[in-house]
């Protein structure tokens, strides 16, 4: 159907107000010109361009934290293909603090050069770009869009550093999977728009729920799961995630552990809650798709932590306990509850500043010595001091000890899972019920289980003698201030938990499931 003069006229009268509303995303897309044109101009063929990058990255997250700060107005836009709400506009927020701190995180290390900083950068925002919208999808057209908006850049991220060929293997397969699992992805949300005549998630939600979960319906979210699991390294979409981590630059693997997977949060969490606050009481949908992540989520946190054990590279062993991250993660939005929602977005704040950190400490020990292996760590507290105590911090938030934000974000999580596993179990549906409380366990085992490899590294760096020969790891001072400065929120964030859980309970209401 062909729009009429009227629907021109009407979103036409709207753009300043949508605009508004974009104005984040448009910062982005500011910076990725400024840059392009930067990059032909002779006089700045010498000047290294990542400050362009942070100033583009920190205008757009002020603009962000303000329409967070200020509530602004909720409802779609863009003629209902974004959405603008508490849930898309906190999450938006946290994709656009990782993408921060990845650059600030760059200017420290050096990785890119001058002469590549434009490229590198204009990738860097472009993915971010594509991760902000990706939160905001209020249409399967756009969830598409913009789930490969976030994707391509990354697939010349992972292979941006030249004369590698693990960084090249890693590129090609990510683009494979990648490619692969959009082509899935697209055909189902291809046979949902089929299906209901309209793109729309709430109309979406809504013919699923006067349809019932019949053959079509979940043939088609089954395929966009698949997607959605490949963004979020869930078991069995999780087989690039190592390789694509180990052949990557440390600071494009931190960036696309926790940006990308705070995106996928974001964009799953979406898909579910509104499925979910569509459906009567009694549906039979809610039921099915909370089952299956609980599954999911059981099969990724378990899979993770298990194969992690025999890592000796950094970066791999953090590939495998991103994938067993994205498990607990699963575990909070498989209850499909308020709770749960709110639990997810304490998580991500809390894993944006942890895992990046992580990755930031192998980055400069990378730089020092050559080697991204745990050989390179040993007796590190006696070359560094200050990395060795900010890795074993992050590690430890990792795990979840006390008083880190880590352990404040896996005890909400826990207890959103404990909480509707009792509700459910009250309410008259006792296997699933049991099957969230055996979620609980299987999280509580995971979390003691990944001590092992967790505190390998810590023991690593604490209690072992150096290598023969083995010279101090220099810090830059700017390094050292952002490594300081996230070990201190996470510090914060685990001791005063009351802030922050209040904004990530006001963002997970957006759907006004219970």
């Not at 508490?86 to 603090?97: C, K, M, Q, T």
């Not at 639990?343 to 894993?351: D, G, R």
């Not at 309410?427 to 099957?435: A, K, N, Q, R």
Request: glycine share 10%.
């Amino acid at each position: 159907m062909f729009p009429t003069h009227d629907d021109i006229v009407k979103l036409q009268s709207a753009l300043e107000s949508d605009l508004l509303l974009f104005l984040p995303e448009l910062s982005l897309c500011v910076g990725i010109v400024v840059l392009l044109v930067a990059r032909l101009l002779p006089a700045l063929d010498r000047v290294h361009l990542g400050g362009l990058a942070v100033i583009a990255v920190a205008v757009s997250l002020f603009a962000g934290g303000y329409q967070v700060y200020e509530s602004a107005v909720g409802g779609s836009y863009f003629a209902g293909m974004l959405v603008s709400d508490s849930w898309g506009r906190f999450v938006r927020l946290i994709v656009l603090a990782a993408a921060l701190v990845t650059a600030l995180l760059t200017l420290a290390t050096g990785i890119p050069d001058r002469d590549d900083s434009a490229d590198f950068y204009v990738l860097l925002i472009g993915g971010t770009l594509g991760m902000s919208l990706m939160a905001s999808a209020g249409h399967l057209l756009m969830v598409f869009i913009a789930v490969e908006m976030a994707s391509l850049p990354g697939y010349a991220l992972a292979g941006f550093l030249k004369g590698r060929r693990t960084g090249s293997e890693a590129a090609l397969k990510y683009v494979v999977y990648g490619a692969a699992a959009s082509g899935v992805m697209l055909y189902g949300l291809t046979l949902l728009a089929g299906v209901f005549g309209t793109g729309t998630l709430h109309d979406v939600a809504a013919g699923i729920a006067q349809r019932g979960p019949d053959l079509p319906v979940l043939a088609g979210l089954a395929l966009v799961s698949v997607g959605l699991g490949f963004k979020l390294a869930a078991v069995p979409f999780q087989f690039w995630c190592p390789d694509v981590f180990e052949g990557a630059a440390a600071e494009v693997a931190g960036f696309l552990s926790v940006a990308s997977k705070a995106a996928a949060i974001g964009l799953v969490g979406r898909v579910l809650l509104t499925l979910h606050a569509a459906q009567p009481d009694t549906a039979a949908v809610p039921a099915h798709l909370g089952a299956m992540v609980a599954v999911v989520a059981m099969l990724t946190a378990t899979f993770g932590n298990l194969v992690a054990f025999g890592q000796t590279n950094l970066k791999r062993l953090l590939a495998y306990s991103t994938i067993a991250h994205a498990g607990y993660m699963l575990m909070a939005l498989a209850v499909t509850s308020s709770a749960g929602a709110a639990a997810v977005l304490y998580y991500l704040c809390a894993y944006v500043a942890m895992n990046l950190g992580a990755f930031g400490v192998v980055a400069l020990v990378r730089n020092a010595t050559g080697s991204e292996d745990l050989s390179a760590y040993r007796g590190l507290v006696r070359r560094n001091p200050l990395l060795a105590i900010a890795l074993a911090v992050f590690l430890a938030s990792l795990l979840g000890l006390p008083p880190l934000a880590g352990f404040a974000g896996k005890f909400q999580v826990f207890a959103a899972v404990y909480a509707a596993a009792d509700a459910t179990h009250a309410s008259g549906s006792p296997g699933l019920g049991t099957l969230f409380f055996v979620l609980l366990g299987v999280g509580a085992v995971n979390t003691a289980l990944s001590a092992y490899y967790y505190l390998k590294v810590v023991r690593a760096m604490l209690l072992d003698d150096p290598e023969p020969g083995a010279a101090p790891v220099a810090c830059p001072p700017g390094a050292a201030l952002l490594l300081l400065a996230l070990v201190a929120a996470l510090i914060a964030a685990g001791v005063v938990w009351d802030p922050l859980t209040a904004e990530t309970a006001r963002a997970a209401a957006a759907f006004g499931v219970k």
